[in-house]
T-cell receptor, first 115, second 115 residues
Framework: GAGVSQTPSNKVTEKGKYVELRCDPI?????LYWYRQSLGQGPEFLIY????????DSGLPNDRFFAVRPEGSVSTLKIQRTERGDSAVYLC?????????????FGQGTRLTVV | KQEVTQIPAALSVPEGENLVLNCSFT??????LQWFRQDPGKGLTSLLL?????REQTSGRLNASLDKSSGRSTLYIAASQPGDSATYLC??????????????FGKGTRLHILP
């Protein structure tokens, strides 16, 4: 596609429920990143994929958060037993072969609200 | 630990003025620095990417400079317009031994151009 696509754009869920957030990166981009942004804050790193593997998952806050990228393209961020503190905008970005070398492009984000 | 600071946190200026947004980072070992724009409720739009070996990049009315040794970057916006109103985010890629693709963001500068 022309850009990074994230679905859904908005998600409201009840506390304790399971949610999945999807990211379609730019075609051909091997690097994919997930970030979380709270109101008034800069994006906070969650996880980085190079191809199918998670090269760095040190930003995942706890074991309720998990992300996959089984075919090296689309990625899904999964959150179990959601809590109100998980409410934020979840941003996905992709880069041709790693941000250290190439520009990164962001999607429009998924606004998650846990009630 | 790499930290990115942006000053000021918010800025309001009359239309037509030239302005400078500041970004500082604590560790000069970086791969590159990227400036983004974020409109309310939206994702991030890349403005300029400066490689660590470069001193500046220009795109239209925007000019970004990088002084790696002093840990500073500036984003210069010429002849500001109301459409420039947004949050501007600075981000660096630390040059680490194994985790060099974890980008670190500042909290952003909220810019308001008064018509």
């Amino acid at each position: 596609g022309a850009g990074v696509s994230q679905t859904p754009s908005n998600k409201v869920t009840e506390k304790g429920k399971y949610v999945e957030l999807r990211c379609d990166p730019i075609s051909g981009h091997t690097a994919l990143y997930w970030y979380r942004q709270s109101l008034g804050q800069g994006p906070e790193f969650l996880i980085y994929f190079q191809g199918t593997g998670a090269a760095d998952d040190s930003g995942l806050p706890n074991d309720r958060f998990f992300a996959v990228r089984p075919e090296g393209s689309v990625s899904t961020l999964k959150i179990q037993r959601t809590e109100r503190g998980d409410s934020a905008v979840y941003l996905c970005a992709s880069s041709l072969n790693g941000w250290g070398h190439r520009e990164a492009f962001f999607g429009q984000g998924t606004r998650l609200t846990v009630v | 630990k790499q930290e990115v600071t942006q000053i000021p946190a918010a800025l309001s200026v009359p239309e037509g003025e030239n302005l400078v947004l500041n970004c500082s980072f604590t560790d000069s070992a970086i791969y590159n620095l990227q400036w983004f724009r974020q409109d309310p409720g939206k994702g991030l739009t890349s403005l300029l990417l400066i490689q660590s070996s470069q001193r500046e990049q220009t795109s239209g009315r925007l000019n970004a400079s990088l002084d790696k040794s002093s840990g500073r970057s500036t984003l210069y916006i010429a002849a500001s317009q109301p459409g420039d109103s947004a949050t501007y985010l600075c981000a660096v890629i630390p040059r680490g031994r194994n985790r060099d693709d974890k980008i670190i963001f500042g909290k952003g500068t909220r810019l308001h151009i008064l018509p």
